[in-house]
């Protein structure tokens, strides 16, 4: 079993930048891959960025240039740094964690941008 607990959400104008956090805890050992994926209001849960063990990065193309995503192994974290944030970044963020076994998520973490 892995656990996740995000943090770091809140208000942000637009054009300012917040960074999220993810601390895993458990079974960490046996991830490989470690991302964000975001959901508004009556839209579907979306991949943001994911990081594989081999610190292969995915982006969807809407944060592209905009996020990083990062990890700190040792201390068994995932990082989202979002800059120029737009209105639309708005959503709950959730962490997500992969193993061979199964696929893990967070509570989630609030970001909304607005002036």
């Known amino acids: 079993q892995v656990q996740l607990v995000e943090s770091g959400g809140g208000l942000v104008q637009p054009g300012g930048s917040l960074r999220v956090s993810c601390v895993a805890s458990g079974s960490t050992s046996t991830i490989y891959v470690m991302g964000w994926y975001r959901q508004a209001p009556g839209t579907q849960r979306e991949l943001v960025a994911t990081m594989t063990n081999s610190k292969s990065t995915t982006y969807a193309d809407s944060v592209k240039g905009r996020f990083t995503i990062s990890r700190d192994n040792v201390k068994n974290t995932v990082y989202l740094q979002m800059n120029s944030l737009k209105p639309e970044d708005t959503a709950d963020y959730y962490c997500?964690?992969?193993?061979?076994?199964?696929?893990?998520w967070g509570e989630g973490t609030q970001v909304t941008v607005s002036s």
């Open positions: 997500n964690a992969v193993n061979f076994y199964s696929t893990y």
